[in-house]
């Protein structure tokens, strides 16, 4: 059962240009909400994260907007630019006993052309 | 620069033949996670560890793929025997879980190891 659900698959966006990735989820105890960025070769990086008592976290040019109603959650990277072509991933966490763990979306190429 | 390191960053191995992929994870963090990355499955949870015991599993096949944290600076994940099918990256994470264990936010990813089984 795929629990976070990213589209677009892929996406080519022009330099200056906004990128919008989105998520959906469906387990209501998700708390924590991550995006994780990989470029070829590495391991993913957290970018920036939300929780769900905030509607929106900016961070330099990259912003989530969260809806708890529609649970859903997306990505906005403001004024794209080529050094941001990679892959970027959205996931989601709860509370366990037995120890949080993430549950990652398919993945969005990002391309940004000059 | 506290970061998670991974070997080896390659290997390549003929189906049959054991591997054995190894995790440092950042100093103090007390969770280690193992994930494969394929073009077609993504990112999956193999297994993790919390206070080095094992807390999940379940990704793992469990006839051929085994998982230990012999000391708290130290995590494997081992094939044996190795199929093609397993070729993918694998890698390393790890966080540092809240006092009351059972939140988890933050993981950080080593740079992977790239298995290929010929």
């Known amino acids: 059962q795929q629990q976070v659900k990213q589209s677009p698959q892929s996406l080519i966006v022009q330099k200056g240009g906004i990128s919008i990735i989105n998520c959906a989820y469906e387990?209501?105890?998700?708390?924590?909400f991550p995006w994780y960025q990989q470029f070829p070769g590495k391991g993913p990086a957290l970018l920036i994260a939300i929780r769900p008592d905030v509607s929106e976290k900016k961070e330099g040019r990259f912003t989530i907007s969260f809806n708890k109603s529609a649970k859903q959650f997306s990505l906005h990277i403001m004024d794209s630019q080529p050094g941001d072509s990679a892959t970027y991933f959205c996931?989601?966490?709860?509370?366990?006993?037995?120890?949080?763990?993430?549950?990652f979306g398919e993945g969005t190429q990002l391309t940004v052309n000059p | 620069d506290a970061r998670v390191t991974q070997t080896p960053r390659h290997k390549v191995t003929e189906m049959g033949q054991e591997v054995t992929m190894r995790c440092q994870p950042i100093l103090g963090h007390n969770t280690v996670f193992w994930y494969r990355q394929t073009m077609m499955q993504g990112l999956e949870l193999l297994a993790y560890f919390r206070n080095r015991a094992p807390l999940d599993d379940s990704g793992m096949p469990k006839d051929r793929f085994s998982a230990e944290m012999p000391d708290a600076t130290l995590a494997t994940l081992k094939i044996q025997p190795s199929e093609p099918r397993d070729s993918a990256v694998y890698f390393c994470a790890s966080g540092l879980a809240s006092k009351d264990r059972t939140s988890l936010y933050e993981q950080y990813f080593g740079p992977g190891t790239r298995l290929t089984v010929t």
């Open positions: 387990n209501t105890a998700f708390d924590y």
């Open positions: 996931a989601a966490s709860k509370r366990e006993t037995s120890g949080s763990r993430l549950t």
